[in-house]
């Protein structure tokens, strides 16, 4: 099964939706709780062309239609599908850590080789301490690879980051089947490190092996050992 088929089928309790908003960074949407992701912009927009379905009339469906955005070509849509996904999901606050994603980057790839999905700012920093490090993204500049290597890639590092959005333009599954076989991770959900947004979106993280809730991000950084990253939280 995909990661957004287990997603959408980890949601087993439906909720009205209460309110929708897409802004130019974040799209949110608010049911049984505020999910929030990162806004997608498609690079070419056909005119004439709608780029949502329903768009007036989404507040009079419930969060789990609205989930089912998630899996739209359409980066707009898939951003609303994925809040509302995060809308739905629980969490026990208790079992998470408020952790700094670059620290802990730096710290569990120090010497190692990592592959980083998606460009930060604190890659120059990182490049100092790690053995190799590949940065991929979809339109690569300089040193980046394109993100079609990933199954060359990946099966190389032994750390490995991705960022939420790749959920949304579809390529997190891509990445993930090239990760190779991990004790640590039987499955694509087990020790996911999970985005706490405040702030600086990529400055910090959280970690736990349930997914979570309140103002649900997927946008920014999961810090992974060869596992997936399943969903974000922060209140």
Same mark, same amino acid.
């Given at each position: 099964m995909s990661v957004l088929g287990a997603l959408l089928s980890s949601l087993v309790e439906d909720a009205p939706v209460q309110e929708v908003r897409t802004c130019v960074h974040w799209t949110a949407v608010v049911s049984k709780h505020c999910g929030l992701a990162s806004t997608g912009h498609q690079e070419q927009h056909p005119h004439g062309q709608v780029s949502v379905r329903g768009v007036g009339s989404l507040h009079e469906r419930s969060a789990l239609e609205l989930a089912q955005y998630v899996k739209s070509d359409r980066l707009l849509e898939a951003s609303i599908g994925m809040a509302a996904v995060n809308s739905l999901l629980e969490v026990d606050e208790k079992r998470c850590v408020e952790l700094n994603a670059a620290a802990w980057l730096a710290e569990r790839g120090r010497g190692k080789k990592v592959a980083i999905v998606g460009s930060f700012p604190f890659v120059p920093k990182l490049e100092r301490t790690t053995d190799k490090l590949w940065v991929l993204e979809r339109h690569p500049t300089g040193a980046e690879r394109d993100a079609a290597q990933a199954s060359?890639?990946? +099966?190389? =590092?032994?750390?490995?980051?991705?960022?939420?959005?790749? *959920?949304?333009?579809?390529?997190?599954?891509?990445?993930?089947?090239?990760?190779?076989?991990? +004790?640590? =991770?039987?499955?694509?959900?087990?020790?996911?490190?999970? *985005?706490?947004p405040r702030g600086d979106p990529s400055s910090s993280i959280r970690s736990t092996s349930r997914p979570s809730s309140r103002a649900t991000s997927s946008s920014g950084l999961a810090i992974v050992a060869l596992a997936a990253r399943k969903t974000g939280c922060a209140p």
């Open positions: 060359e890639i990946i +099966p190389q =590092a032994d750390v490995v980051a991705i960022t939420g959005a790749s *959920l949304i333009n579809h390529t997190a599954s891509s990445v993930l089947e090239a990760h190779r076989p991990s +004790p640590s =991770a039987p499955d694509g959900f087990q020790n996911a490190k999970n *985005l706490r």
